[in-house]
């Protein structure tokens, strides 16, 4: 499992993210945007969800974060596929959908 040692920990493997979207960076950007919010709103559905529902929410979570090379978040979701809830995958979602918010906004402000 991918661990996060601190907050300033790069979460997006930048080189597969440059290989999926061949270079964009403007793409790449819009990507990351996109994954954030959908990772804001799952953590919202996550707190309340039944098991099938949170069993699926971790399944197209870990997916779309593979494709775009966030192995944290993808580790954290594999977790929570599983019947029984795992609250401390849940946890650790939570703190890393937070790192990966800031660094996501961190590149949007960065001039590139």
Same mark, same amino acid.
């Given at each position: 499992?991918?661990?996060?040692?601190?907050?300033?920990?790069?979460?997006?493997?930048?080189?597969?993210?440059?290989?999926?979207?061949? %270079?964009? #960076?403007?793409? &790449?950007?819009?990507?990351?945007?996109?994954?954030?919010?959908? @990772? *804001? =709103? /799952?953590?919202?559905?996550?707190?309340?969800?039944?098991?099938?529902?949170?069993?699926?929410?971790?399944?197209?979570l870990k997916g779309?974060?593979?494709?775009? %090379?966030? #192995?944290?978040? &993808?580790?954290?979701?594999?977790?929570?596929?599983?019947?029984? @809830? *795992? =609250? /401390?995958?849940?946890?650790?979602?939570?703190?890393?959908?937070?790192?990966?918010?800031?660094?996501v906004r961190g590149?949007?402000?960065?001039?590139?």
């Amino acid at each position: 499992m991918t661990q996060l040692k601190d907050s300033r920990t790069n979460l997006i493997d930048e080189s597969h993210l440059d290989r999926q979207t061949m %270079g964009d #960076a403007r793409l &790449a950007g819009e990507l990351l945007e996109m994954f954030v919010l959908q @990772l *804001d =709103a /799952a953590m919202r559905e996550l707190a309340t969800a039944g098991p099938q529902r949170r069993i699926a929410i971790a399944h197209s979570l870990k997916g779309t974060a593979r494709s775009l %090379g966030i #192995a944290a978040v &993808a580790d954290c979701a594999a977790a929570l596929e599983a019947p029984l @809830l *795992d =609250a /401390a995958a849940l946890d650790r979602l939570g703190h890393v959908a937070t790192t990966l918010g800031a660094q996501v906004r961190g590149r949007v402000r960065s001039p590139g």
